[in-house]
């Protein structure tokens, strides 16, 4: 199956680290993606992980990958107002040209 | 200098009607998609074109019509609307040759359809 799950709400308060979770099925999965859509326009790529890695960091941004228990997990470091969004993960799998959705996970800064 | 850019982005319209909604990249990419985010936020892919040819079209009813006039243009034509037809559309490109193709897709910034 093809099913993707987040929670839908976290909040946070400024400075502190977010962590957002997301679980998937497909255990052939190649790429694993993070999107982030600011209100009223489209999703814009975050990072990546290929699958055969465990962990990737970019700047404030920390993609931790188990395999084993199909889970995925977003950290933000030191989270600002400016990252008040939503957050979609999204697998590859199958067909090279189509990315499945997670349910969202809408992320909400506070002072 | 939008790379991906729809047209129209907000679009309101009486149940029955027949409307489409137009996208074009300038990023170069051979695929481009439509995929539609409900009310809920929940986004679900509808069709894919690689170099004007269709690779997939998921259960979406037949009312609605992709077309893909060259690589860097993919409409969106939708035959009598319905109520539950209100979503936002977004479409998006992506480059599928070369041998570190990612997968990542570049998004426009939607089309919101509201049926009355």
């Known amino acids: 199956g093809e099913d993707v799950e987040q929670s839908l709400f976290l909040s946070v308060r400024e400075g502190d680290s977010s962590v957002i979770n997301c679980t998937y099925t497909?255990?052939?999965?190649?790429?694993l993606y993070w999107y982030k859509q600011e209100p009223g326009a489209g999703l814009q790529l975050l990072t990546y992980?290929?699958?055969?890695?465990d962990m990737k960091q970019d700047q404030r941004l920390t993609v931790l990958l188990n395999k084993k228990d199909k889970h995925l997990s977003l950290r933000i470091a030191d989270t600002q107002t400016g990252d008040s969004a939503i957050y979609f993960c999204?697998?590859?799998?199958?067909?090279?040209?189509?990315?499945?959705f997670g349910t969202g996970t809408r992320l909400q800064v506070t002072l | 200098d939008t790379a991906v850019s729809q047209t129209p982005k907000y679009l309101v319209t009486q149940m029955g009607n027949d409307k489409s909604i137009k996208c074009e990249q300038n990023?170069?990419?051979?695929?481009m998609y439509w995929y539609k985010q409900d009310s809920k936020k929940f986004l679900k892919i509808m069709f894919s074109?690689?170099?004007?040819?269709?690779?997939i079209n998921e259960t979406v009813p037949n009312r609605f019509s992709p077309k893909s006039p060259d690589k860097a243009h993919l409409n969106l034509h939708i035959n009598s609307l319905e109520l539950g037809d209100s979503a936002v559309y977004f479409c998006?490109?992506?480059?599928?040759?070369?041998?570190?193709?990612?997968?990542?897709?570049?998004f426009g910034e939607g089309s919101r359809l509201t049926v009355l």
């Open positions: 998006a490109s992506s480059p599928t040759s070369g041998g570190s193709n990612t997968g990542e897709l570049f």
């Open positions: 497909d255990s052939s999965s190649t790429y």
């Open positions: 992980i290929f699958s055969n890695m």
């Open positions: 999204a697998e590859r799998t199958g067909t090279a040209s189509k990315l499945t």
């Open positions: 990023l170069g990419h051979d695929t």
């Open positions: 074109y690689n170099n004007k040819e269709l690779i």
